[in-house]
């Protein structure tokens, strides 16, 4: 038992190194580095010859909204071509569709469900124009988004843009408060990450690229993680255009939030391990050490987080390591306490353990998913308006 009992306090210090360089010390070391070598981009107002693409798997609650949405955005009505690509919806949503078609809309029915990243493959090849912005059914921008995601093309270098997704809450709780504060933590990695200009990972609600640059995905990957990271490696440009709003309608149900979260860890590394030159430090070491830091090393926290509370307790017999076990089993506490009162108003406190132990224990499960093989294809809006 000693012998054993001798790794624990190396499994415990590993576990929490690791959490906190994904947490603290990576955010710190690319915020220093943004400032050092970050890149100036041109922003200018310019106009080109845009194609939108909405994806849609019966929305026939918001699909009507979505469209006049589209068409009300500040931008040359004729230099707008609008796409949408009904994913086998079995609901009203092509016949809705079909009735803006005397306004331009073009409907795409796929007769069979494929999935988000089967349906933009294919609405990407339809396209007109050069300049590709995808949108959700269930996301409503501002007037002047378009425009503002769009500036930035003004710069040749730029392959990619994101735009900012802003959550809407017609009830509060638990799961809405911890949302806000996750997404808040996630705009500082943004921000620092766009100035280097290889942004990992895009907010589908809101992205663009050029078309010319767009790469067919298989249907089991996640297109707004794996199509700017191969922008990246192939030597453009991905960056992050705050001004450019859409707003989509929080999660409000701890299991929508925890299945949509293992969806996606399971088709990141799903994409991830068929591109494997992404990790390939000799090519574009920058770019390596993000995904390693920002996804890679942050989808595994939970597995870190069960090695330092297992070996804390093996080792409570000393009075630091029972103080580390009761802080970690505090958290625990207090997250299933939060979820099982449903936080309310007053669990605003609660927020950063309960969304902690959500989203990593549902990260956990998506690593067991792709170990497993199991692979993710098809979509459901998992809230009214928004899809997983």
Known sequence: MIMHTSYLPAIFWTCFLLTGYVYFIYPILLTRLSRFIGRHYIRNEIVPPVSIIISAFNEERTIAEKIENTLSLDYPRELVEIIVG?????????????SYADKGVRLLAFPENRGKTMVQNDCVCQASHEIVVFMDAASMCEKCSLKRLVANFADSRVGAVAGRVV?????????????????KYEQILKQAESSLGSLVGVDGPLYAIRKSLYTNLDQDMMSDFISPLLVISNGSSVVYEPGAVTYEEATTSTGDEFNTRRRIVTRGFTGISRYPQLLNPARKPLLAWQILSHKILRWLVGFYYAGMLVSSLFLAGRRFFLLAFCGLAAVL??????????????????????????????AMFGVIDYLRGRRVISWKPVRQGRKA
């Open 86 to 98: 009904s994913d086998g919806s079995t609901d009203r949503t092509d016949e809705i569709v079909r």
């Open 333 to 362: 506490g207090l997250s299933f306490y939060g979820m099982r009162s449903r936080g309310g108003s007053g669990g605003k406190w609660y927020a950063i353990p309960y969304y902690f132990i959500l989203v990593n224990l549902a």
């Open 167 to 183: 959550f809407t809450r017609e009830s509060k709780n638990l799961t809405t408060e911890s949302q806000g504060v996750y997404w």
